[in-house]
């Protein structure tokens, strides 16, 4: 099993930039797919972005292409969120999710691991 626990979030104003990091624990030597999404209050989760397990192939919504960058660093097991130019529709709540093998996905449902998730809110 592996646990994911999200740091980072807090309250910035629009233009602003925060950066998430994603710690996994416990059965890290698999290799694992990982993927940020996020939830708005009376909003369906949402995709943002996720990375393969070499980090070398990436996807991103299209809402927040360019300005947002996932990254991962596999010897500290931790995955990366820089988010810039951060608008108020991107206020929610981040999650991070790990899918056991080595691709990028896109789809919430094929995740089999989840953190608690991070607030993010942007002020305008």
């Known amino acids: 099993q592996v646990q994911l626990v999200e740091s980072g979030g807090g309250s910035v104003q629009a233009g602003g930039s925060l950066r998430l990091s994603c710690a996994a624990s416990g059965r890290t030597s698999s290799t694992y797919g990982m993927g940020w999404f996020r939830q708005a209050p009376g909003k369906a989760r949402e995709f943002v972005a996720a990375?393969?397990?070499?980090?070398?192939?990436?996807y991103y919504a299209d809402s927040v292409k360019a300005r947002f960058t996932i990254s991962r660093d596999n010897v500290k097991n931790t995955v990366f969120l820089q988010m810039d130019s951060l608008k108020p529709d991107d206020t929610a709540l981040y999650y991070c999710?790990?899918?056991?093998?080595?691709?990028?996905?896109?789809?919430?449902?094929?995740?089999?691991?989840w953190g608690q998730g991070t607030q993010v809110t942007v002020s305008s």
């Open positions: 990375i393969n397990w070499s980090g070398d192939n990436t």
């Open positions: 999710a790990g899918r056991l093998g080595g691709g990028t996905y896109v789809l919430s449902t094929v995740y089999s691991h």
